[in-house]
C-alpha cells in the first residue's frame, strides 16, 4: 500500500474505497501482527501428514492433546479448514458375503440362461445402494424369458428371507 500513496493521497483512496480512516490503519496493524496459531498449525500440518491425510480434526485435537497441548477441537476444526486439509474417509464395502460358511443355494440352472416361455426361469440378486444416510438393498425378480422384471423387494437388510418369498405373498410386482 505504500507504494499507490506516493502517487495518491491517503484520503482520496479510501473515499473512493468507501473504507473509514480507522478500518484501514486497524486493517495494517493486524496484517502485521504475527500469525499466533502458527505453532498449532504446524503442529496439526505434522499430525495430518503423519497419519497419512486418514485423521480428521476429532483424532488430531485428540493426537495434540495426548501431546500434551490443550487446544479446543473448533480451533483444530476451523484451522484445518483454512489450511485445506480434510482427511480421507475410505467408503465401507458390503462384506455380507460369507463364502463357504453360508448357505448356498443348489445350481439348478447349470448356466443355461435362456429360457423357451414365460415363467419358467426367474433369477434374483440382492444390490446394497444408499440413500441419504441409510443403506437399502434391492431384489428384483427377473424373468429369463424376456428379461422383464416380474417382481422387486426392497428392504433394510439383506436376507434369504427376501429372495424365497418373491413367489409368495408380500412381493410387490413390477408396473403396478
Do not use: W
Amino acid at each position: 500500500m505504500a507504494g499507490i500513496t506516493h502517487e495518491f493521497p491517503l484520503d482520496g483512496l479510501l473515499k473512493v474505497a468507501g473504507l473509514a480512516r480507522s478500518t484501514f490503519y486497524y486493517q495494517c496493524k493486524v496484517s502485521q501482527n504475527a500469525d499466533k496459531h502458527a505453532q498449532l498449525k504446524a503442529r496439526i500440518r505434522s499430525v495430518f501428514e503423519q497419519h497419512k491425510g486418514r485423521y480428521g480434526y476429532r483424532r488430531i485435537t485428540s493426537a495434540i492433546r495426548h501431546l500434551g497441548t490443550r487446544v479446543n477441537q473448533k480451533t483444530v476444526q476451523r484451522l484445518m479448514q483454512l489450511m485445506k486439509l480434510k482427511s480421507l474417509v475410505r467408503p465401507k464395502k458390503f462384506r455380507a458375503f460369507r463364502g463357504t460358511v453360508g448357505r448356498m443355494a443348489p445350481n439348478v440352472l447349470q448356466r443355461q440362461f435362456d429360457a423357451d416361455a414365460p415363467n419358467q426361469k426367474r433369477v434374483t440378486h440382492i444390490t446394497e445402494f444408499r440413500v441419504g444416510e441409510r443403506k437399502l438393498y434391492l431384489s428384483p425378480v427377473l424373468d429369463l424369458y424376456n428379461g422383464e422384471i416380474v417382481a422387486y423387494e426392497t428392504a433394510t437388510r439383506p436376507g434369504l428371507r427376501d429372495v424365497r418369498t418373491h413367489d409368495q405373498k408380500g412381493v410387490q410386482e413390477a408396473g403396478r
